[in-house]
């Protein structure tokens, strides 16, 4: 990318642990200044890939260049420059909010102010708390804290929201809004759609260790094939062929009991109205946008919330079309 400095360059990323491959040859270029995310399925090789990138862990083949660093020879120096919060954070169990912000602020040369900061991150009613004693929600934030207390220029955030109400992660999104105004480079790891299309400039789909898209979000919903989604119950099967014939309509599925109608227009109009008039009693009727999910259903044939999906009936979807 000629005239545009990069943040991360990640080349060729390969690392197994025993027979398992987590991370697939990834290659990532991350210009400054950039929010930049990762999405992926459980166990998809996300926290490995920013280990990686963090030079926490040394990759079995390939190279990571950090703000023109070395990930692995240049760590010392790295370490100024770049903020961590990981999922699983190892801090003192007895030390209080402000304690930790503190004596992480001395590992910097300019640390940002102790009480702006933690305001900043909504601890302010916390801040003599000890760690142990802080719900999920609240170690989250102080481990945000923490990745940003040394003023980074990339900053790496893995499952920022998590375990957070809507409050607090609408107040993350926007201290991640200020990160950007800051000119500060930003990786975000997540499996929350709508945080990655909210947030980032750019998204790498993670499949299996390996990058299968990337692509801005809206580009990636383009990767869906269908731009809208209508779905409702019917209480009798429906004929296939009145909603095929329909304008707008590119696809008809049946999914779990409901009937899927995929294609592009005033869908939701088109759809209800052709069944009003065939006589079609239906109920939970719902239009929607294509998604970041859809993309990856296309790319990969599964769902990214494996939790949600991976259950899901599909044995009476016979039952609502004829
Ligand atoms: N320290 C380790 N030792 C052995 N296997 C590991 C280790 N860390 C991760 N793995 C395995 O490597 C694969 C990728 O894990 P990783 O944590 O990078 O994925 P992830 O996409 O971040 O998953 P999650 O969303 O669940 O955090 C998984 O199959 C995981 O079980």
Redesign the pocket.
Known sequence: MPGTSLAVEADGLHKR??S?V?VDEVSLSIPAGEIFGIL?R????????VELVAGLRRPDRGTVRVLGLDAQRDRARLRQLLGVQL?ESHLHAALTVAELVRLYGTFYRDPLDSGELIESVGLTGSRDVRFQNLSGGQQQRLSIALALVGRPRVVILDELTTGLDPEARRQMWSTVESLRDDGVTVLL?S?AMEEVERLCDRVAL?DAGRVVALDSPSGLVRRAGFAQRVTFLAAEPVPKRLLEGLDGVERVRADGGRVVVEGRGDLLQVVSVALVRAGIVVTETRGEHATLDDAFVALTGRHLDNERHDHERQDDDKEALR
């Open positions: 642990y025993r398992k987590a992926g459980n166990g998809a090789g996300k926290t490995t890939t999922q790891v499996h993670l």
